[in-house]
C-alpha cells in the first residue's frame, strides 16, 4: 500500500509530472526521428569498408568470437536477455528509480538532458554517415530491423544502445551503495560486452558510445531540461500536458504496432 500511497502523492506533484512528460516526449521525439530516417538514409554516407580496415573487425575474429559465445549456451542466453532489455529497458529503470524510487529531480533533469543530447548527437551523425553492425555484414545470427519502426540497420556508430548504459552509469553512479543502483550499475556494465560479443556492435561502437557519454554527463552537469514557462505554468496544466503526452505516446506505438506488426 505504501507504494501505491506514493504513486497518488507524485501523480499530485508539479515537479514529477514535468520530468515523466519530458521522458516520454523525449523517447516519442527518438521514435519519430527513426521513421523519418527512412528518407534521410539514402543521403547519409556508408563508411562500413573504412571502417573494416580497422583493428578487431575482420570476419576471421568476429565470427570466431560470436561463435564462442554462441556455444555456450547459458552465457548467450544471459547476454541476449541483457541486448534485448538494454535499451529501452535500462531506460525505464532509470527513469523509474531516479523520479519514483529517490525522487532524485535534480538527477532526472541531468538524466533527460543527457538523453536528448545523446539522440541529437547520435541522429545528427547516423544523418551524415553510417556503418552496419557485424552480424550485418558477416551474415550471422542477429538482430535485422527491416521490419520494425523502432529501429535502423544504420544506427551503430556510435552505439546509442551503449550511449544510453553509459549515461545511466554515470548518473545512477552516486547511489551505487543502494540496491537499486546496483542493478543499474550492473545492467549498464554488461550491456557493452552483451552488443559486442553478440555481434550486435563492433567495439568501436561501444567506445564512441561510452565517451560520448562521459561527454555529455560533464557538459550537463547540475542543469536542468524542464523549461522556464514549463515551471511557471499551474498543476492542471502540467497535468493535462501529461495526460496529453502519454495519449500521444499510446497512439504512436499503437499506431507503429498496426503498420509493421
Same mark, same amino acid.
Given at each position: 500500500?505504501?507504494?501505491?500511497?506514493?504513486?497518488?502523492?507524485?501523480?499530485?506533484?508539479?515537479?514529477?509530472?514535468?520530468?515523466?512528460?519530458?521522458?516520454?516526449?523525449?523517447?516519442?521525439?527518438?521514435?519519430?526521428?527513426?521513421?523519418?530516417?527512412?528518407?534521410?538514409?539514402?543521403?547519409?554516407?556508408?563508411?562500413?569498408?573504412?571502417?573494416?580496415?580497422?583493428?578487431?573487425?575482420?570476419?576471421?575474429?568476429?565470427?570466431?568470437?560470436?561463435?564462442?559465445?554462441?556455444?555456450?549456451?547459458?552465457?548467450?542466453?544471459?547476454?541476449?536477455?541483457?541486448?534485448?532489455?538494454?535499451?529501452?529497458?535500462?531506460?525505464?529503470?532509470?527513469?523509474?528509480? $531516479? /523520479?519514483?524510487?529517490?525522487?532524485? =529531480?535534480? %538527477?532526472?533533469?541531468?538524466?533527460? +538532458?543527457?538523453? #536528448? &543530447?545523446?539522440?541529437? !548527437?547520435?541522429?545528427?551523425?547516423?544523418?551524415?554517415?553510417?556503418?552496419?553492425?557485424?552480424?550485418?555484414?558477416?551474415?550471422?545470427?542477429?538482430?535485422?530491423?527491416?521490419?520494425?519502426?523502432?529501429?535502423?540497420?544504420?544506427?551503430?556508430?556510435?552505439?546509442?544502445?551503449?550511449?544510453?548504459?553509459?549515461?545511466?552509469?554515470?548518473?545512477?553512479?552516486?547511489?551505487?551503495?543502494?540496491?537499486?543502483?546496483?542493478?543499474?550499475?550492473?545492467?549498464?556494465?554488461?550491456?557493452?560486452?552483451?552488443?559486442? $560479443? /553478440?555481434?550486435?556492435?563492433?567495439? =568501436?561502437? %561501444?567506445?564512441?558510445?561510452?565517451? +560520448?557519454?562521459? #561527454? &555529455?554527463?560533464?557538459? !550537463?552537469?547540475?542543469?536542468?531540461?524542464?523549461?522556464?514557462?514549463?515551471?511557471?505554468?499551474?498543476?492542471?496544466?502540467?497535468?493535462?500536458?501529461?495526460?496529453?503526452?502519454?495519449?500521444?505516446?499510446?497512439?504512436?506505438?499503437?499506431?507503429?504496432?498496426?503498420?509493421?506488426?
Amino acid at each position: 500500500m505504501r507504494g501505491l500511497d506514493k504513486a497518488q502523492r507524485l501523480v499530485n506533484d508539479k515537479r514529477f509530472l514535468e520530468r515523466i512528460t519530458v521522458f516520454i516526449l523525449l523517447y516519442i521525439g527518438w521514435t519519430l526521428f527513426t521513421l523519418v530516417y527512412n528518407f534521410i538514409k539514402p543521403y547519409s554516407r556508408n563508411l562500413t569498408s573504412e571502417f573494416l580496415k580497422l583493428p578487431l573487425m575482420s570476419r576471421s575474429f568476429t565470427v570466431g568470437m560470436v561463435s564462442m559465445i554462441e556455444g555456450i549456451k547459458p552465457l548467450y542466453y544471459f547476454l541476449s536477455g541483457i541486448y534485448f532489455l538494454g535499451f529501452t529497458g535500462s531506460i525505464g529503470l532509470a527513469v523509474f528509480y $531516479l /523520479l519514483f524510487v529517490r525522487e532524485d =529531480y535534480q %538527477a532526472s533533469d541531468e538524466l533527460a +538532458l543527457r538523453y #536528448l &543530447l545523446a539522440y541529437v !548527437t547520435c541522429g545528427l551523425i547516423y544523418s551524415v554517415f553510417h556503418i552496419y553492425a557485424p552480424h550485418i555484414v558477416y551474415h550471422l545470427n542477429g538482430y535485422y530491423p527491416d521490419n520494425s519502426g523502432l529501429t535502423q540497420q544504420e544506427f551503430v556508430f556510435p552505439s546509442l544502445h551503449n550511449t544510453i548504459a553509459a549515461i545511466n552509469l554515470i548518473t545512477v553512479w552516486k547511489y551505487r551503495d543502494r540496491i537499486g543502483g546496483k542493478v543499474i550499475i550492473a545492467l549498464s556494465t554488461l550491456i557493452p560486452f552483451a552488443t559486442v $560479443l /553478440l555481434g550486435q556492435h563492433w567495439v =568501436y561502437d %561501444a567506445l564512441a558510445g561510452m565517451g +560520448l557519454a562521459a #561527454l &555529455l554527463s560533464k557538459i !550537463t552537469e547540475g542543469k536542468t531540461i524542464v523549461p522556464g514557462f514549463v515551471r511557471r505554468m499551474s498543476y492542471e496544466g502540467v497535468r493535462r500536458m501529461t495526460v496529453l503526452s502519454g495519449a500521444l505516446a499510446a497512439l504512436l506505438f499503437s499506431a507503429i504496432f498496426l503498420v509493421y506488426g
